[in-house]
């Protein structure tokens, strides 16, 4: 069977690719201050792309099992049959490979592993034990998705400094509030299938006080960043104000009489909160 192009592209999960690829560019562009390395930067937005798409096309072979009892995940590639599991393998280690290499020549052995790291959390400790048989398997894979904005930080700034890991601890605390909307609107699909989420295992009340804390933690880190000489007043202005909003739709759950509507709304201001945050800090240079 000859691989299919188109489907051998959605196993490696654009949406989810193209999310963290955009808070590896945020994270470079903050860090540069305006001084950008065009090698270094399109060496490290391609290399990161093809390390995260392995990492997803990895996932998705991993997930067959679940994924076919799923009704969102129904039509993957590996489940129509579209998609060998050898072509799936095959795919993923030739990104893998490419990407890590194009991360060793052009970057710094700090992006190496960085990106080293996130793959092996999302695959093997989130992908194929903590998802499956812990309630803190979002807690790990958590981890991972804030890999990606390290990197591009290290990619300026070899080595850990406090704003890199305020960065990181941007993006692992706003997983949270994230994926445990995703957890309550999706709760019958992941009772369905066997997943232990925290609103299938703790329940929905206790899941939206998680969500409160989660949120108001996010906020926190971000805000901190104001400390950093790199931020500009008006980076956090506005990251002030759409917190503020933020929080005000996270803090209607306490009292919502309607968790899934609830939970929709949260879920999709969490996105513009992100998008919001990586435009602000990439943009922060020339708004000072």
């Avoid at 000859?2 to 959605?10: E, H, I, K, V, W």
């Avoid at 799923?70 to 998609?83: F, S």
């Avoid at 609107?185 to 206790?206: I, M």
Wanted: aromatic residues 14%.
């Amino acid at each position: 069977m000859r691989p299919n192009p188109r489907a051998l592209y959605q196993l490696t999960k654009p949406g989810v690719t193209y999310g963290n690829l955009i808070t590896t560019v945020a994270g470079y562009l903050f860090a540069a201050n305006g001084h950008i390395e065009w090698g270094t930067f399109i060496a490290l937005t391609v290399g990161t792309w093809a390390v995260i798409a392995s990492a997803c096309v990895t996932n998705n072979y991993l997930d067959q099992d679940i994924d076919h009892i799923m009704e969102r995940t129904k039509t993957r590639p590996l489940i129509t049959g579209d998609v060998t599991s050898t072509q799936a393998i095959a795919f993923g280690a030739l990104l893998g490979v490419t990407g890590t290499l194009l991360l060793a020549l052009y970057t710094s052995w700090w992006v190496v592993g960085v990106g080293i790291f996130g793959w092996i959390v999302y695959v093997w400790l989130y992908g194929a034990l903590g998802k499956r048989r812990s309630v803190h398997g979002t807690l790990i894979g958590a981890v991972s998705g804030a890999a990606p904005i390290l990197a591009g930080y290290v990619a300026v700034y070899p080595g850990l400094d406090w704003v890199g890991l305020a960065l990181f601890g941007v993006i692992f605390f706003w997983q949270m509030p994230e994926f445990y909307a995703i957890s309550i609107f999706r709760r019958a699909e992941y009772q369905k299938a066997n997943v232990p989420v925290s609103s299938v295992v703790r329940g929905v009340p206790d899941t939206t006080r998680h969500i409160v804390a989660y949120a108001l933690l996010t906020v926190v880190v971000t805000l901190s960043l104001g400390l950093s000489p790199l931020t500009s007043w008006t980076m956090w202005l506005v990251l002030g104000a759409v917190s503020a909003r933020w929080l005000q739709i996270v803090f209607r759950g306490l009292s919502t009489k309607n968790a899934e509507r609830w939970a929709r709304q949260e879920f999709h201001f969490a996105l513009i909160f992100l998008v919001v945050f990586c435009v602000v800090i990439s943009l922060n240079p020339y708004l000072r």
